[in-house]
Every structure is written in structure tokens, then in C-alpha cells.
């Protein structure tokens, strides 16, 4: 939750009186308040965290986190499904049975599968 | 070195990786903050690649682990009730409570949603107005500001059935009680970079004189590890107790103003209690008396709870530094993420989970000396012991 990752922001728009963004993050593309970022502009990156820009990052740097976030896998558990994740981890069924309307989708593309780490 | 091929950059680690041991003369203690930069250091075997003489000790920078089991128990009341939508990050899934989580109460018909950014749950509030819309709202100084921000939405919107189940704290208050403690080992520390993005540098300087210990502000890639590592070291050994940013390319010293104002307008600073460590004075946040009717707390009765916590867990004692996770009785037998005791075996930031993924079939390789070096002593005691906490 705390991990922040670098996005480019695609374009930029306003809702409920509040500026907004389109941010790419390596494929995964996700919608990200600039309130706290309020002079950052198309083409520009920054860091972002549960949908906020929270400071500048310079383009290079931020290609370089992405490549290695995803090599690593963890746009996969920054962005990848929650719930799979935490069933995955207790050895859960899912979807449950009395959800079927709540089914999650696939999971986004994204430029590296997750690493197997599980022992 | 023989992980050192896997770093992005190579040459450079080595670069880093040889003036570091060029530089040390003795033994030094640092402390890495931050639970994601925990995770770095054990994914890359960074401790194993530093001099011997080089202690990376793991500090309590994981909001989910340091989130206390009584905060737990409320969020999973208040998600079991029927005309509630609750809503949370997806690393709160697997959090034991007493006797279960966030996921059991889903499974077991509560309506339990994952959302990206607090935004999400607001509009899930205006699209369920019928339905009580709660936000597990941890974390530390990086996530508390979009928390902040989403509150003072719903209060501009006038969104009525949104409120915030709060639970957020502060790093600075956490390095105080750690210097304070009279275990601290504690000879340096890698600030957490994020959270200086958000808040600056300014709450550094006076921590690092009095303690006269140097502060490093230091970003979450091994490489960045390395040069905090490097920066730290090189001032131990100059006998210097200074604020370094080594992450200036994410962090200005100012932090981002924006965000402290609307800190400074949602929050008040308050007292908080951090799962196996205790209460910290002046360590977390609160709403505002002008939030206030936002706070789940004051919305919801939630009383009666009786929290139990496992009798084998000794993740506070992981948090405050004083165990590694291996050297816990119950690591990979009792507790695993798929049954863990605590928080840290199942957090994305948790140093117990941090060695089940990455260390798990290594444990016989984890020099002696450093394992020697950090297991607790006759004289080391919980933070409790400390006057400050």
C-alpha cells in the first residue's frame, strides 16, 4: 500500500470541482487526483499513491522504476486483482460462491508476469 | 556478491557496494524505516552483501503491521453489518483480527470492497446512498494525505453516509520511542523516501542533533538502498549526525505544501497505539473537530470488543528491531501467510513476510555473526519499558 509508483499523465480533466488526471502506469492506466500536484501537466510524470500525485519525478527516473517494478512484479500487486491476491495467499476458494455479480475480471496486462517467489 | 547481477545496474552497485566496505573501520547499526525498503533488502540480499560489519536492523514502517488488533476488530464489525459498504486497500485482506478477517467477513456475506484510492469509496457513496460507506483509513504520512483530501470531498459534497475509520500514523513520533528505548541499538536510520515527499525534511534535523544519530532520507530501489546505506556509513565513520536526502529526485525539502495544508486542515495530532509496541505520545492522526462527524468511530457504537492477541506472536519485538523474523519460534511452522499470527506475516510491507518469501530456503545461510549480532539480550526490553511510550 505504501509502495508509490511513477505514471505519466495522459490527459487531464475536472470532477466534482476537483482536477484529475488520466496517469499511465507501464499499461495499466488509472484515474488520479492532482490536487496535490495542481501545475503538473500533460506528458509529465509523477509519483502517485492510492490515486494521487504526490510529487514530480523526472522522465528517466521514472521509466527506470517502471521497468524494474515490473520486472519485479510488483505493478502485478500493485494493480493485479486484490482479491485473487488474498485468496491466493490463505489458500481460499475465489470468486465466492454467493457473489456471482462481484466475479473479478482478468487482470490488467502488464509488461512482466508476476515472479514466482513462493517457496 | 552473488546476487549483485541482478541489480538494475550493476557496475554501480558494485561501485556503491566497494566504497562502503572501503569505508568501514567498525561495527554500525542503521535502521531502514520503511517496510517497502525492508522488502528490497531482503528481496536483493542487500544485508548479505553489505561488510560484516554493517547491522541493517527493520523498523516499524508498515502501516498494515503497526495497525493495533482493537482497530482491527472494529473495521471487522462494522464491515459485518448488513447496511454497511466497507471499504478498504487490498493489503487489509489478510490482517487477523480476533479470530478472523476481512476476507472471512466478505466470504461469509459482507459487503467488503477493495478499492485502488479513497476517491473509489467515496463514489461508491454517492452511488449507494442507502448504505453506510466506510473507509479503512491507515497508513502513514504518504497515504494520510488522500485520505485528508477524500474527507474534505465528502464534507464539500455533502456526502452523509461516507465516514472514515481512522487509524493513521506518524514516523518521527516512532524514531523518538525508538532512540528513547533503553534496547535502542539504533545508530542511523534510512528515512522512509515517500513519506519525506509528502512531508519534507523538516521534522529531521532537530531528531538527528539531539540524538546526535545521522538521518538519510532514501528511496525504496536496491540501488537507493545502497547509496543510503553509503551515505550513513560515510558520516558514522566522520563522527557527523546529519539530514541527508539521498532521494532528491523524489523528495524536495519543503515536501509537497499542498498536501501539509490539507493535513493541517482534516487532522489533529493525537496519541496512538502501535500493534505490539504500545501507545506512542503524539504518534497519529485524528480527525478534526470540523471532520469529526466523518470519523466511523463516532458514527458507529463499537464497543464490547475483546481483542486477543496470539500468545506466540513476537511481531512487536520484530517491529522495534529487537528479534529477526526467523529467530521467532513460530516463523514457518505455527505462522505463515496462509495462517499467520500477526500482521507482518501477511502485509506487502511485513519483514516476517519480507523472509518467508525471499529467505525461506536460506535460513542456514544468514551469517552467524549478524544472527548472533541481533538476537535479543537479557538487557533488551519492548518499547513499553520506555519512559516516553
Known sequence: MCLAVPGRVLDIGEKDGTRMATVDFGGVQKEVCLEYLPDLQVGEYAIVHVGFALQRLDEESAKQTLELFAQLGMLQEEFGDPWEQAAAAGGDPWPFAHDPDLEPGPAPALAAPQEEVQP | ???????????????????IHATVTRPWALMEVCGGQTHTIIRHGIDQLLPEQVELIHGPGCPVCVTPLEVIDKALEIASRPDVIFCSFGDMLRVPGTGRDLFQVRSEGGDVRVVYSPLDALRIAQENPKHQVVFFGIGFE??????????????????????????HVRVPPAIEAIMQSPSCR????????????VMGVRE????????????????????????????????????????????????????????LAMLEDVFEVTDRAWRGIGVIPDSGWRLSERYRDFDAEHRFSVTGINTREPA??????????????????????????????GATMVSSEGAC????????????????????????????APLEASPVV
Open chain 2, 1 to 19: 556478491m552473488k546476487y549483485i547481477e541482478e541489480f538494475q545496474d550493476p557496475a554501480l552497485a558494485r561501485r556503491l557496494l566497494d566504497d
Open chain 2, 186 to 197: 539504533v545508530q542511523g536510520f534510512l528515512a522512509a523516501g515517500h513519506v519525506c515527499s
Open chain 2, 312 to 341: 506466540e506472536c513476537r511481531s512487536g519485538e520484530v517491529l522495534q528491531g529487537l528479534l529477526k523474523p526467523h529467530e521467532c519460534e513460530a516463523f514457518g511452522t505455527l505462522c505463515t501467510p496462509r495462517s499467520p499470527l
Open chain 2, 142 to 167: 504518504t497515504t494520510a494525505p488522500p485520505n485528508a483530501m477524500t474527507v474534505h470531498q465528502a464534507k464539500k459534497l455533502d456526502i452523509p453516509n461516507f465516514s472514515l475509520l481512522v487509524s
Open chain 2, 353 to 380: 513476510a519480507a523472509y518467508y518469501l525471499y529467505r525461506r530456503l536460506e535460513l542456514g545461510t544468514v551469517p552467524a555473526a549478524k544472527t548472533a549480532a541481533t538476537a535479543p539480550t537479557a538487557a533488551s
Open chain 2, 204 to 259: 529531521y534535523p532537530e531528531l538527528a542533533a539531539r540524538h546526535r544519530v545521522p538521518i538519510v532520507v532514501t528511496g525504496f530501489e536496491p540501488l537507493d538502498i545502497l547509496e543510503g546505506v553509503r551515505r550513513a556509513v560515510r558520516q558514522l565513520e566522520r563522527g557527523e549526525h546529519t539530514v541527508d536526502n539521498a532521494y532528491a529526485r523524489a523528495v524536495r525539502p519543503e515536501g509537497n505544501p499542498a498536501a
